[in-house]
C-alpha cells in the first residue's frame, strides 16, 4: 500500500523511508507493465499515444518509436462499425471502461484478434488525464471458436450450409414471407441411386459427385437464396419471394436440366439425376419441419413416380405417410404375434393341365388395421430390416407346407418363392435358403426364388454371383413382374435365370393392346430360343388364356385358376384345369 501523506504528518525519516518504498513499488508496476505478456497502451485522453510496453510491440509488429505522439487509429482493421468506435469513446468518457475483442491489423497487414480493455485514468484532481488499454492476442482461440462456429453451420464436403443453419434459414424466410406477404418454396432434392455410385466406385468419387451437385444446385438460384446440404446425398433449396407456383416449376426444371449433363468425377464419367419434392409457405405448411417434412414425402412421391422428376407437395400425401407410419410400427411385433400367414396361388401348365408350382405369398392381419396389401408392408420390412427374418420364417413355411402337397400325391410340385431385394443383397441369403432345404428335406430343383428385374440390375455383377451360387445348389431363378423394368433378354443371359414371368400388365393389356401382344410374343419366341420358361401372370379371362396360348407362353397364373388361397383351401389335388374353372 502507498500511505497518503496529505492525512499523516510523518518526521524525516519516515518520509525517507515512504519515499523509498514508494520509488520501489512504482519501479516494481514499470517492471511489471514492461515485462507483461500483455499489450499496454496508455495514452492521453485526447488518445494521443504517450506509451506502449514491450508486449504491444509483439502482438501489433509496430516499434515503440513508430508509435509514441500518433492517435492508435493505425490498428484499426476496418472490421468494426464506426459506431463501434463512438461507443468506445462513449464508455470511456464517462469513466468507465470499455471490453471488446477486437479485430486490428498487424503491421505485416494481417488480422489478429485482440482481447481489450481500456480504462481511463483520472488524475489527483479526478479529470481523466489518460486512458491505458491492455489486450491478448487471442487470434488462435478466436480461429478455433470461428472454425468450430462453422462446422456446426455449414457442412464440411460442400461448403454448404448444414442441416441447422438451413433451419435458421428456413425459420427467418418465412418471418420475412409472413411480413410481406410473399411465399417461400422449400425444395427437397435427392440424388437417384447415388448409393450405387458409393458403393461401387467408392466414396471418392461419391464426394466428387456431391461436390459438383452442390455447385450445379447453387447457380440454379440466385445468391440471396439458399441451398444446403442436409446428409448423404439431400439437399434443400429455399426460394423466396415466390409470387407464384410456376416460378417455383421453373427451377425445378433448371435443376433437373443442369444434371442432365454427365459429371465428371476423376475418371469415371456418370449421369446422376436428381428428384425433388416441392412444399410451398403458407400453403403446404407454417414451419420449417413441417415444410421440410413435406417436401420429403413428395421428394418420395417423385422418385416412385420414376426418379429424375419432380412433384408438388399433395395433403393426399400426408395421410399415406400417416398410415405408412403407424403401419411401420404395428409390423415390429407382427412376426412374433404370429400376424403373418402364407396363401398359395397354383402355376398352371396348359399342355398338361396340371399344377406344375405354387406361389407363395406373404399375407399380414393387423389386429388394429385389418389384412394390408403386402404392396404396402413388403416396402416396410424392408426398409427396417425385418424382411430378413421374416422371410426366413416364410420359407420355412411354405417349404413345410408344399412339401405336404408333394407328399400328397404331387411329388414335382415346384414352389415358387418371392425375394425382395434387400434379401437378395443379404450375404446370409445362400446359407440361410440351403440350410432350410436341408432342415425341411426339400428337393432343391423344385424350389424356384423369384426376382424382379430391379433387384437384379441394381448390382448386375453381384446378382450374377448370387445367383450362380444358387444354381450350383440346384436352385432354380425366375424373373418376376418381366418387362416393367429396363433390362433386355440379351442381358438377362447373363444370368443363369430358369423362368420369366411376364408381368401382368402386359397380359391385360393384350386383349386392346396391339402393341403389348407383340411385346408377348415377343417375349415368349425369345424366351424360348433362349431355352427360358414363360408364365403368364395374371389371368383373369379365357380371352387371355387362349391369346397367351397362342403366342407361344404354356405356363400361366391368375384368378381364371384360382386366387391365392390357404394351403388348407386350395382345391385337392388342384390338378386339372376343368376342375378350377368350375370353381
Ligand atoms: N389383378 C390380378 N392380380 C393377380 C392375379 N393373379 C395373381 N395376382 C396377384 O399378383 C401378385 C403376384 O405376385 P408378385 O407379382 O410376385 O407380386 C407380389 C410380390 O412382389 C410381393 N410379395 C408377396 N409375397 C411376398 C413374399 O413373401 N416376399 C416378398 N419379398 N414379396 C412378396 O407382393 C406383391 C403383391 O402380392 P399380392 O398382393 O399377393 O399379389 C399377387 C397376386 O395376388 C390376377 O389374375 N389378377
Not at 417349404?399 to 418363392?417: S, T
Not at 441394381?458 to 440346384?474: F, I, K, M, Q
Amino acid at each position: 500500500m502507498i500511505a497518503n501523506s496529505d492525512h499523516t504528518p510523518e518526521s524525516g525519516a519516515e518520509s525517507i523511508y515512504l519515499n523509498s518504498k514508494v520509488a520501489g513499488i512504482t519501479q516494481m508496476l514499470a517492471h511489471a507493465v514492461e515485462q507483461t505478456d500483455d499489450a499496454v497502451m496508455i495514452t492521453r485522453a485526447d488518445g494521443i499515444i504517450e506509451y506502449v510496453n514491450p508486449g504491444f510491440e509483439r502482438i501489433t509488429g509496430y516499434r515503440a518509436c513508430d508509435v509514441i505522439g500518433r492517435n492508435p487509429g493505425f490498428l484499426r482493421s476496418g472490421m468494426h462499425p464506426p459506431i463501434f468506435y463512438s461507443e468506445i469513446w462513449r464508455t470511456i468518457r464517462r469513466g468507465e471502461s470499455f471490453r471488446s475483442v477486437f479485430t486490428n491489423r498487424h503491421f505485416s497487414g494481417e488480422l489478429y484478434f485482440e482481447e481489450k480493455t481500456i480504462s481511463p485514468i483520472r488524475g489527483s484532481d479526478g479529470t481523466i488525464s489518460h486512458f491505458v488499454a491492455t489486450g491478448k492476442d487471442v487470434t488462435q482461440r478466436i480461429s478455433v471458436e470461428r472454425r468450430l462456429e462453422y462446422l456446426a453451420n455449414y457442412d464440411a464436403l460442400t461448403g454448404l450450409p448444414n442441416r441447422s443453419l438451413l433451419h435458421d434459414r428456413l425459420t427467418q424466410a418465412i418471418q420475412r414471407a409472413h411480413r410481406n406477404g410473399k411465399a417461400v418454396a422449400v425444395q427437397f432434392v435427392d440424388l437417384d441411386r447415388f448409393k450405387l455410385i458409393n458403393d461401387t466406385l467408392g466414396h471418392n468419387i461419391g464426394d466428387r459427385v456431391l461436390i459438383e451437385a452442390a455447385t450445379r444446385l447453387r447457380h440454379c438460384l440466385r445468391a440471396t437464396d439458399t441451398v444446403a446440404r442436409l446428409g448423404g446425398d439431400e439437399f434443400v433449396l429455399i426460394q423466396e419471394d415466390v409470387d407464384h407456383p410456376d416460378a417455383v416449376e421453373q427451377v425445378a426444371r433448371k435443376i433437373l436440366d443442369t444434371f442432365a449433363a454427365r459429371f465428371a468425377a476423376g475418371t469415371h464419367s456418370l449421369f446422376v439425376s436428381a428428384s425433388i419434392g416441392l412444399a410451398l409457405y403458407p400453403d403446404d405448411g407454417l414451419s420449417p419441419d413441417e415444410l421440410l417434412m413435406r417436401a420429403d414425402l413428395a421428394m418420395y412421391r417423385a422418385k416412385e413416380g420414376g426418379r429424375n422428376s419432380f412433384r408438388f407437395f399433395e395433403a393426399a400425401m400426408d395421410a399415406n405417410a400417416m398410415r405408412t407410419l403407424t403401419l411401420g410400427v404395428a409390423i415390429r411385433g407382427a412376426l412374433e404375434n404370429r400376424e403373418f400367414s402364407l396363401v398359395y396361388q397354383p402355376i398352371i401348365d396348359t399342355r398338361t393341365h396340371r399344377a406344375v408350382a405354387v406361389e407363395a405369398l406373404l399375407r399380414w392381419h393387423s389386429p388394429d388395421h385389418g389384412t394390408v396389401p403386402p404392396d404396402h408392408f413388403i416396402p416396410l420390412l424392408e426398409e427396417n430390416g425385418l424382411i430378413v427374418p421374416v422371410s426366413r420364417w416364410a420359407l420355412r413355411e411354405a417349404l413345410r407346407q408344399v412339401r405336404a402337397m408333394q407328399e400328397a400325391g404331387q411329388p414335382e410340385l415346384r414352389l415358387a418363392f418371392n425375394l425382395s431385394s434387400r434379401q437378395f443383397r443379404d450375404v446370409g441369403l445362400l446359407q440361410d435358403v440351403t440350410a432350410a432345404l436341408d432342415e425341411l428335406d426339400f428337393t432343391p430343383r423344385l424350389l424356384e426364388l423369384e426376382l424382379t428385374e430391379s433387384a437384379l440390375m441394381d448390382n448386375p455383377e453381384a446378382s450374377a454371383a448370387v445367383l450362380e451360387a444358387l444354381r450350383t445348389h440346384g436352385i432354380r431363378m425366375a424373373v418376376d413382374d418381366f418387362g416393367t423394368g429396363y433390362s433386355s433378354l440379351a442381358y438377362l443371359m447373363c444370368f443363369p435365370v430358369r423362368t420369366l414371368k411376364i408381368d401382368r400388365s402386359f397380359v391385360h393389356g393384350m386383349e386392346h393392346s396391339h402393341e403389348a401382344a407383340t411385346i408377348v410374343r415377343a417375349i415368349a419366341s425369345l424366351a424360348g430360343s433362349l431355352g427360358l420358361e414363360v408364365i403368364g401372370e395374371g389371368v383373369e379371362n379365357l380371352a387371355q388364356l387362349a391369346l397367351l396360348q397362342e403366342l407361344g407362353c404354356h405356363q400361366v397364373q391368375g384368378f381364371l385358376f384360382s386366387r391365392p388361397l390357404p394351403a388348407a383351401e386350395l382345391p385337392p389335388p388342384f390338378n386339372n384345369r376343368e376342375q378350377h374353372q368350375r370353381k
